[in-house]
């Protein structure tokens, strides 16, 4: 995958709701060779302060413009919701490994890279995207990505648990739902669907009784009525995509070991280079220290060592 | 007519006087494709140790007003996989390779680097990494780097010139009360030349959780907010030693490397930059030339050191 720095003109910029924002930046170069899962990384303003670039999670992506969605947190986010349409921002990107699926052919051919570990076992499989808060910005990609798979009989396949702390912060609901996913929510103070973490929710799903909890598997013959939706030797079928804080992603890992299903989950680190040469966002893993711009910051959730 | 750009450090010939600093650049492979790596004058390369290096805890890096502080700890694969996977990428590019070396332990292990890698033609030059902040922590808070000793520093740079042929670099550290002293005892030990500077050892603390921004609590300033003192060490130190010094800290742009130069930089090295922007350097090597026309200088040595006082 060629890495590209270029001068991306801002087509759009505007606030979504509370302190969100997303921002369509024109960008064919790297646009056109970007995968779910995948960065960028911006200068933001062109001065000391502040100084470093900072990465973002590819929201979505077409032939010729990159769409980012992004919380102001500070000095930097906030500057970057000031910037008006039509001036240009710093590029570097695509960045990083993405997330591993079976990807479209037609997609495929206009591509030169092929994902890491194409197993093909996303193919008729329930695929499961868990996204805590922010967490949600690169699972649209995904998403989007999933329903064109010529395979993916059925959109209903796809399941997607948003958590966040309240309603005013649950987002993307709309466009999960325009793709045909299913959408479950779960917020931290009950405002909005399930009250608890989008974590427990999952495992309530992934261990309860009652098929009518679930998404309707019967559709396409993969489960006949009033059969257990999911157990430990049908799970083996499901994945797992998640993006989210630590302490979500350490608890989907457990899932992951629990329920034996495996799991690729985004991780979030600060970056200095975000090109793999400082060193300085790593995580350990089972195979020592892994740069999360450079080996991640996908990974598979069996092989981050969390504590 | 095109000024002269070409300089020289011991016996290494540089087409231009601009570098990219050691740590800052991985071992270029990462850089590929986002800048022209041929028109550069040397990479300095992350240093290396004898044996492989797993490097500090996260978080390693935090960003601080027009800078940053970083503790990776010198992680590395060690000397002889460098040899093996990383040399021969560097090499490609045809630009001089500066490895820089530094010790786990005493004064033998450096020895024992600048003599394996010797032999290695595809190895331009050594810098002695005597000043990296990142390695001391903890319980031995106290202990010493090589290059807050003068007796040292001499020593090690002394041990190393009689195993090596190549040009020897000496980094020194700014945190020192006086680096002049600390300068002239390398090039008393046989150094070709100096890099200067290193990191200036900084903390920073996150007071929501009242941890430091850094895993291991100090970590080495870097960029434009550490500028000011590296330029006025490399005055100091040039007024006192008749070995080239190569400069660093901060630079960001033209300016910037400029004013190193008429301090009495023979030649510049672009650092925490390269992670800003990638293209820096190659913008800084085009930004000299013009500067150089522009003033109807016909060569880059008549700058160094030239500064009006």
Redesign the interface.
Known sequence: M????CKAKIVSSRRIQGDYYKIVLASPEIAAGALPGQFISV?IDGD??????RPFSIHRANKRELEILYAVVGEGTRLLSQKKPGKHL?V?GPLGNGFDYERPLDVARGRRSTPRRCSGQANDGRLILVAGGMGVAPLLFLAEQLVCRPSSVVRKNILVLLGAKNKKEVLCVKEFKKLGCEVKISTDNGSMGFKGKVTDLLKILLTTNDPSTWFDFAHHGSLGAGERPLDVTRGRRTTIYACGPRPMLRAISHISLKYNIPAQISLE????????????????TLQ??KRVC?EGPVFAADEIIFW | MSPRLNIKIGRLELKNPVMVAS????YGE??K??LDLKKLGAIVT?TITLNPR??N???????T????L?S?GL?NPGLEKFITEKLPVLNKTGVPVIVSIASEGGREEFVELAAGLDRLKEVAAVELNISCPNIIHGNKARAKLIAQDAQATYETVKAVRKVTRKTLITKLSPNVTDISEIALAAERGGSDALSLINTLVGMSIDVKTRKPKIAVATGGLS??AVRPIAVRMVWEVYKQVKIPIIGMGGI?DTASALEFILAGASAISVG?A??????AAIEIIAGIKEYLIKNKISDIRRLIGSLKI
């Open positions: 060629k890495i590209l720095q200068k000391y302060q502040p100084l470093l670039r710093d570097i680190e600060h970056m200095s280079c975000a090109i793999g040469a400082c060193m300085g966002c790593v995580v350990g020592g220290f450079k | 740590g800052t650049f991985g990462e850089f494709g986002l992350k797993q490097g805890p996260a978080p390693r890096t935090c960003e007003p027009a800078g940053m970083n990776i992680e960029g434009p960001m925490t390269n992670f800003v922007n990638p293209k």
